[in-house]
């Protein structure tokens, strides 16, 4: 053999030497995962009463009554039940009272407000959710105990009164007065 053909033997020897370890940098993989869908649920409250010529709107979440009055510097309106329904999906574990009111805009409307009280109790005849003057329900709104859960229901009674259970009676400023209060329970969860 020639010395050419030994030196290429030997560096195709040296060669197939390296190749040995090839692949051995190679890495097994492997993997799991895990999916969830989410679904958020909702809360639906319907309110509705029995009150005479009182009107539900057609979604269930408003109610009128019929105006009252004109009153006396002492009053008590009639008090009406309203129920409540949740027919969500989750509870309702958190429930918001506060008030807002649309009024004549003149002196004796702001009076009016200012002076008049307002007992919310729950449920009818029940204890006080609150009782107060309206303009500090308005300013200061009430967390009510809950929850109401799903197909839960609640009810409570509104009533606006000057004159009795330490509210006074109204003033001369108040005369002639229009107040019309809307009385907002909101439900979270």
């Not at 895990?34 to 009182?54: D, E, F, L």
């Not at 949740?86 to 009272?97: K, P």
């Not at 003057?133 to 929850?147: D, I, R, S």
């Amino acid at each position: 053999m020639t010395t050419r053909k030994l030196a290429m033997a030997g560096a195709l020897g040296l060669a197939s030497l390296g190749l040995i370890g090839a692949g051995a940098g190679a890495t097994f993989t492997d993997a799991v995962a895990s999916t969830q869908q989410i679904t958020a649920g909702r809360i639906n409250v319907h309110a509705s009463t029995n009150a005479s010529g009182a009107t539900t709107s057609a979604d269930g979440k408003s109610i009128t009554f019929e105006a009252f009055g004109p009153t006396n510097s002492t009053f008590t309106n009639h008090a009406p039940k309203i129920n409540v329904t949740n027919t969500g999906t989750v509870q309702a574990d958190a429930i918001w009272l506060s008030a807002t009111d649309v009024n004549g805009g003149d002196d004796a409307s702001h009076a009016l407000r200012n002076q008049m009280c307002v007992a919310i109790l729950s449920p009818e005849g029940g204890a006080d959710v609150y009782r107060g003057t309206l303009a500090n329900l308005e300013a200061h709104g009430v967390q009510v105990a809950g929850p109401l859960p799903v197909n839960g229901h609640d009810e409570w009674t509104t009533e606006f009164y000057a004159g009795s259970n330490g509210c006074a009676s109204l003033t001369n400023a108040a005369m002639g007065g229009t107040v019309t209060p809307t009385i907002t329970v909101s439900y979270q969860g």
